[in-house]
Nanobody, 127 residues
Framework: QVQLVESGGGLVQAGGSLRLSCVAS????????MGWFRQAPGKEREFVAA??????????YYADSIKDRFTSSRDNAKNTVSLQMNNVKPEDTAVYYCAAAPAALGVQRGSEAYAYWGQGTQVTVSS
């Protein structure tokens, strides 16, 4: 069983930055791919980023809509994964979720691959 708790959401102006964090309660954190998803009102949940542990370094993957603005990284020693959001836009407004999937599945962009989810944290970007 994996428990995930996100933090760091809030209100930010367009062009600003925000950093989300997710702490996992699990003994084998490095054996999970950690994903970030978001869901805006009236829209489906969408993939934002995923970071897996490649034995010597993180490997991160991003949705095209946030590439070059968001960066995800993990600290296996602290069981945490972060999402650094820079140059945010009003369309980034959503509830952001941290999720975990077995690393053996490879990097997954579909939410159905992730068995464990955090409660979500609201990010609101004002124009």
């Amino acid at each position: 069983q994996v428990q995930l708790v996100e933090s760091g959401g809030g209100l930010v102006q367009a062009g600003g930055s925000l950093r989300l964090s997710c702490v996992a309660s699990v003994r084998t954190f490095s054996s999970y791919t950690m994903g970030w998803f978001r869901q805006a009102p009236g829209k489906e949940r969408e993939f934002v980023a995923a970071v897996t542990w490649g034995w010597t370094a993180d490997r991160s993957y991003y949705a095209d809509s946030i590439k070059d603005r968001f960066t995800s990284s993990r600290d296996n020693a602290k069981n945490t994964v972060s999402l650094q959001m820079n140059n945010v836009k009003p369309e980034d407004t959503a509830v952001y979720y941290c999720a975990a999937a077995p690393a053996a599945l490879g990097v997954q962009r579909g939410s159905e691959a992730y068995a464990y989810w955090g409660q979500g944290t609201q990010v609101t970007v004002s124009s």
